[in-house]
Protein backbone atom coordinates (compact mmCIF):
# COMPACT_ATOMS: atom_id res chain seq x y z
CA UNK A 1 0.00 0.00 0.00
CA UNK A 2 1.17 3.73 -0.66
CA UNK A 3 0.27 6.34 0.80
CA UNK A 4 -1.08 9.25 -0.81
CA UNK A 5 -1.74 12.89 -0.32
CA UNK A 6 -3.26 15.42 -2.24
CA UNK A 7 -2.72 18.85 -2.30
CA UNK A 8 -6.14 20.30 -0.90
CA UNK A 9 -5.68 23.78 -0.39
CA UNK A 10 -8.09 25.01 -3.36
CA UNK A 11 -11.32 22.83 -2.43
CA UNK A 12 -13.76 22.86 -5.86
CA UNK A 13 -16.88 21.67 -3.03
CA UNK A 14 -17.91 22.91 0.28
CA UNK A 15 -17.46 19.64 2.77
CA UNK A 16 -20.09 18.97 5.12
CA UNK A 17 -19.20 16.52 8.70
CA UNK A 18 -21.51 13.87 8.28
CA UNK A 19 -21.52 10.48 10.14
CA UNK A 20 -22.81 7.99 7.89
CA UNK A 21 -22.47 4.25 7.45
CA UNK A 22 -21.72 2.74 3.51
CA UNK A 23 -20.46 0.37 1.76
CA UNK A 24 -16.73 0.46 -0.26
CA UNK A 25 -15.82 -2.25 -2.88
CA UNK A 26 -12.68 -2.96 -4.73
CA UNK A 27 -12.20 -6.52 -4.74
CA UNK A 28 -13.85 -6.97 -1.65
CA UNK A 29 -16.21 -5.16 0.00
CA UNK A 30 -15.67 -3.42 3.10
CA UNK A 31 -18.35 -1.23 6.11
CA UNK A 32 -16.88 2.19 6.02
CA UNK A 33 -18.23 5.79 8.11
CA UNK A 34 -18.35 8.47 5.94
CA UNK A 35 -16.84 11.40 7.80
CA UNK A 36 -17.65 14.32 5.58
CA UNK A 37 -19.16 14.50 1.93
CA UNK A 38 -18.70 17.40 -0.66
CA UNK A 39 -20.50 17.14 -4.13
CA UNK A 40 -17.34 16.32 -5.55
CA UNK A 41 -15.94 13.50 -2.94
CA UNK A 42 -15.46 12.34 0.21
CA UNK A 43 -13.62 11.17 3.48
CA UNK A 44 -14.15 8.02 5.29
CA UNK A 45 -13.24 5.50 8.01
CA UNK A 46 -12.07 2.01 6.19
CA UNK A 47 -10.70 -1.30 7.94
CA UNK A 48 -7.91 -1.30 5.13
CA UNK A 49 -6.02 1.20 2.99
CA UNK A 50 -5.83 1.46 -0.55
CA UNK A 51 -3.73 2.03 -3.45
CA UNK A 52 -4.01 6.06 -4.74
CA UNK A 53 -5.46 5.72 -8.23
CA UNK A 54 -7.75 3.11 -7.29
CA UNK A 55 -11.67 3.25 -8.70
CA UNK A 56 -13.64 1.78 -6.31
CA UNK A 57 -17.51 1.64 -5.86
CA UNK A 58 -19.47 3.59 -2.85
CA UNK A 59 -23.06 2.88 -1.52
CA UNK A 60 -24.33 4.95 1.09
CA UNK A 61 -27.72 6.09 2.73
CA UNK A 62 -28.75 9.97 2.25
CA UNK A 63 -32.16 9.93 4.29
CA UNK A 64 -34.74 9.62 1.27
CA UNK A 65 -32.21 8.25 -1.03
CA UNK A 66 -29.18 6.07 -2.07
CA UNK A 67 -25.73 7.32 -3.00
CA UNK A 68 -24.07 4.73 -5.28
CA UNK A 69 -21.23 6.13 -7.29
CA UNK A 70 -17.60 5.26 -9.02
CA UNK A 71 -14.83 7.18 -7.31
CA UNK A 72 -11.23 7.36 -7.23
CA UNK A 73 -8.80 7.53 -4.06
CA UNK A 74 -7.12 10.57 -3.92
CA UNK A 75 -5.66 10.33 -0.22
CA UNK A 76 -4.91 7.44 2.03
CA UNK A 77 -3.27 8.10 5.93
CA UNK A 78 -3.83 5.81 9.03
CA UNK A 79 -6.53 7.41 11.23
CA UNK A 80 -4.64 8.10 14.38
CA UNK A 81 -7.53 8.57 16.42
CA UNK A 82 -8.13 4.80 17.08
CA UNK A 83 -6.32 2.27 18.93
CA UNK A 84 -3.20 0.86 16.94
CA UNK A 85 -4.62 -2.67 17.48
CA UNK A 86 -7.68 -1.34 15.86
CA UNK A 87 -6.02 0.41 13.16
CA UNK A 88 -8.03 1.98 10.51
CA UNK A 89 -7.10 4.17 7.57
CA UNK A 90 -8.57 7.40 6.16
CA UNK A 91 -9.38 7.51 2.57
CA UNK A 92 -10.63 10.52 0.57
CA UNK A 93 -12.38 9.52 -2.46
CA UNK A 94 -13.28 12.16 -5.64
CA UNK A 95 -16.83 10.97 -7.39
CA UNK A 96 -16.24 10.37 -10.78
CA UNK A 97 -19.34 11.93 -12.62
CA UNK A 98 -22.62 10.95 -10.51
CA UNK A 99 -25.67 10.39 -12.25
CA UNK A 100 -28.21 13.45 -12.52
CA UNK A 101 -30.55 12.09 -9.54
CA UNK A 102 -27.89 10.77 -7.18
CA UNK A 103 -26.26 14.22 -7.82
CA UNK A 104 -29.29 16.11 -7.33
CA UNK A 105 -30.43 13.94 -3.80
CA UNK A 106 -26.25 14.70 -2.65
CA UNK A 107 -27.03 18.54 -2.96
CA UNK A 108 -30.14 18.10 -1.59
CA UNK A 109 -29.18 16.26 1.44
CA UNK A 110 -25.72 18.47 1.39
CA UNK A 111 -27.68 21.91 1.73
CA UNK A 112 -30.20 20.02 4.54
CA UNK A 113 -27.04 19.19 6.46
CA UNK A 114 -25.10 22.36 5.69
CA UNK A 115 -28.32 24.50 7.38
CA UNK A 116 -29.11 22.28 10.11
CA UNK A 117 -25.06 22.33 11.47
CA UNK A 118 -24.86 26.20 10.63
CA UNK A 119 -22.50 25.92 8.09
CA UNK A 120 -22.28 28.58 4.95
CA UNK A 121 -24.49 27.24 1.98
CA UNK A 122 -23.13 24.87 -0.63
CA UNK A 123 -22.03 25.69 -4.07
Known sequence: ????????????????????????????????VVQDLSLTGCLLQCPTGLDGGAIVDLALELGSGRLQAKARVVDVSIDGSVLPAASRYLVGL????????????????????????GLREMV
Open 1 to 32: MVIVKKDVTARRATRVPVQLRGSLRHRVAWDV
Open 94 to 117: EFLGLPVREESDLRAFLEGEARRR
